[in-house]
């Protein structure tokens, strides 16, 4: 498409042309002739900048609510002579709806009751767009990398793209852009949130507890690994470290304490304003995270589903997936094993199932046995 000084210059050899024709001149010809050989060279210089260009998506999801997190686009120039000038890339996030309606669509001219601007405004609003150009020139096989800072600001789910790659190179008459299909999607999971914790949510040892697989502060020898800086003395074992020719040193196991199951109900009655919901929302991705640290996440459930038990960092971040696109619920249902008004079975009542409340207009309270465990 022309730009504005290519759209005089176009304008501008029209005018000469015609008085070319009408005077002929050999001048007024030969100044037709280079406004026009500058639109063509415009032109191609423009098609041989993009061509073998190609370009390749990157980032690392999860992302998180109020996180900065690097988009990379990898360049790379794979013309054997010719460098590549003048670029810029449009970058897109927009968060996609978690529900989808199934009315029928309608055209602004024969539609009811719609208001253009507000809808155009709430798009606006669900979608981040930045355009970045590339620093400097990329060489003959050379590669290149363009960075955007994208910080989320709604958990759910993210599509990111490339929306266009566009170049004024060579005069700046023409600006070429090529659309792009280049998308990808992500989970936005919650953002991390400041609660109170009390007493009662403290883990209890166990007297002469059991020992659990995993490496602690217990008695029992869990395993031997090397020696790494910062490694008490105390803990090196010579003997095994004489007969390897290396310094070991001794794991001990972790004692069992208890535990904490997270059950999370979605009742549209209990949460009537989203504000506080996604304050509840933020709150349970917050202790399941901080429990998990400290080894006393034992499970989690949400609503009617079965409770899973949380093993491992792939088990917490499936629950944390779930909490980022989780809504309200028309009708929750209590999980197996849990009563409905939070109680708890034999079968788990030693586990401590955490329970949620309002705490007032916005806040949340986290419960444990009817005692007050956190709040935000």
């Not at 759910?156 to 266009?164: E, K, N, T, Y």
């Not at 803990?235 to 310094?247: D, E």
């Not at 996440?297 to 792939?314: Q, S, T």
Request: glycine fraction near 10%.
């Amino acid at each position: 498409m022309p730009t504005l000084p290519g759209t005089v210059l176009i304008g501008l050899s029209f005018g000469i042309g015609t008085a070319a024709y009408n005077s002929s001149s050999n001048i007024l010809f030969i100044t037709l002739s280079l406004l026009l050989a500058c639109l063509i060279l415009s032109g191609v210089l423009s098609w041989l900048n993009l061509r073998r260009v190609t370009w390749r998506l990157q980032f690392a999801p999860p992302l998180r609510v109020g996180h900065d997190a690097t988009v990379a686009l990898e360049l790379r120039n794979g013309k054997s002579f010719l460098p590549t000038y003048g670029l810029w890339f449009e970058f897109a996030a927009r968060d996609l709806a978690t529900t989808k309606t199934h009315e029928a669509p309608e055209s602004t001219i024969t539609g009811r009751g719609l208001d253009v601007r507000a809808m155009l405004a709430q798009a606006e609003k669900a979608e981040q767009r930045r355009r970045l150009p590339l620093v400097g020139r990329l060489d003959p096989q050379g590669e290149g990398r363009v960075e955007w800072v994208l910080k989320p600001e709604k958990r759910g789910r993210m599509r990111v793209g490339l929306v266009s790659v566009g170049s004024l190179f060579p005069f700046g008459f023409l600006r070429k852009e090529i659309g792009t299909e280049l998308l990808s999607e992500a989970i936005v999971w919650p953002a991390p949130i400041e609660y109170r914790r009390m007493g009662v949510a403290t883990a209890r040892r166990v007297a002469g507890g059991e020992r659990v697989a995993r490496a602690g502060l217990g008695g029992d020898l869990f395993a031997l690994r090397r020696y790494a800086v910062g490694d008490s003395h105390r803990l090196i074992h010579w003997k095994a470290s004489a007969r390897t020719g290396q310094l070991l040193v001794r794991q001990l196991a972790a004692e069992s304490a208890e535990g904490y199951s997270l059950w999370l109900r979605t009742d549209a009655g209990m949460w009537p304003h989203p504000e506080q919901f996604e304050i509840l929302v933020s709150f349970v991705a917050t202790l399941a995270e901080d429990l998990f640290r400290t080894g006393r996440l034992l499970g989690v459930a949400i609503d009617g589903e079965p409770p899973v038990a949380v093993r491992r960092v792939h088990d917490l971040e499936l629950f944390l997936d779930k909490l980022a696109v989780l809504q309200p619920a028309a009708e929750a249902i209590a999980p197996e094993g849990v009563a409905d008004d939070g109680s708890k079975p034999h079968a788990v009542a030693r586990r401590h199932v955490m329970t949620f409340a309002p705490n007032g207009a916005l806040g949340v309270a986290a419960y444990v046995d009817g005692e007050q465990a956190a709040l935000t």
